[in-house]
């Protein structure tokens, strides 16, 4: 492994490491969630625009095309937030997060239809696994059952961030991963203003420390870290090494939210993130 290698696996283990604290943050803060999503957004975006100018970040793009995919996915990523911060909030941390962590092996199949390259039969065995562990993670199929309802959002959460992240592989490669981020920051800011005006946004008084830890590790810092590791992974490859997002995640709920998973958790859960990793080696190999 050269140092440049490291490096950027390196990258990507901080940048998972601060996407993991969004679902603890996210559950913390007091205010409905596309309310949270949108100072997430508006902050974020106000600390890169600050990062682009300081370096000096071009902050055009190269084709109409490029800036099209760019923004479109932007309604992507708003929609996975959305999804994702309500599925823990129905549910708990543990349930949304590997949920959610079902997106490598959604990611592996919807990879080589989107992109027209070529698919890998293993990729239905692991893609079974992950049904079995979703099926374990919520036994009951209730429409009231919390663990159902976090269970679905979190997984419907994980195709909209599968979408999102083969549309950016393209225009990864020829764009700064700061500028990519803080472009899609201004669609879901700007996209989601009306929510200020239906729900309100009295309770930042209380909630703005934590709320600004989201917008700058959690958002601004690690989705831009994970948006220029695409230069140099495949997408299914970074959601592998994203994989162990969940067990921190899990950690810190466990720290700051006091939330003991069950034992289906574990099994379910256990089920999941061995996909990635058999996928990981798979693909090492």
Not at 57 to 86: E, Q
Not at 242 to 249: A, D, E, I, K, N
Request: a positive charge; one cysteine or more; glycine letters at 4%.
């Amino acid at each position: 492994m050269n140092n440049q290698h490291f490096r950027n696996v390196l990258e990507l283990t901080l940048a998972t490491v601060l996407i993991s604290s969004a679902a603890v943050l996210g559950k913390y803060i007091a205010m409905p969630t596309a309310v949270i999503i949108w100072w997430r957004s508006a902050l974020a975006l106000i600390f890169l625009f600050a990062f682009c100018k300081l370096q000096k970040v071009n902050l055009k793009f190269r084709s109409k095309k490029d800036a099209r995919t760019v923004l479109i996915s932007a309604l992507f990523l708003g929609a996975h937030w959305i999804t994702y911060f309500h599925s823990v909030k129905v549910s708990n941390v543990s349930i949304g997060m590997l949920s959610l962590y079902t997106y490598p092996a959604i990611t592996a199949i919807l990879e080589p239809i989107l992109t027209k390259t070529k698919f890998n039969k293993v990729h239905l065995l692991l893609a079974i696994l992950v049904l079995i562990g979703v099926y374990i993670l919520a036994p009951e199929f209730n429409t009231e059952n919390s663990h159902f309802k976090g269970v679905i959002w979190g997984v419907i959460s994980a195709i909209l961030f599968t979408l999102r992240n083969i549309m950016l592989k393209r225009s990864s490669k020829s764009h700064n991963g700061t500028m990519i981020m803080m472009h899609q920051l201004l669609v879901v800011t700007i996209v989601l203003v009306p929510v200020l005006f239906i729900f309100g946004t009295s309770e930042i008084s209380t909630q703005y420390p934590y709320v600004i830890i989201l917008a700058l590790l959690a958002t601004a810092v690690g989705h831009s870290l994970l948006i220029k590791s695409l230069k140099y992974f495949s997408v299914s490859t970074a959601s592998i090494i994203l994989s162990t997002q969940p067990f921190f995640g899990i950690l810190l709920a466990y720290f700051f939210l006091n939330e003991i998973p069950t034992s289906n958790t574990f099994i379910g859960g256990t089920l999941i993130i061995s996909t990635v990793i058999i996928e990981s080696i798979r693909s090492r190999k």
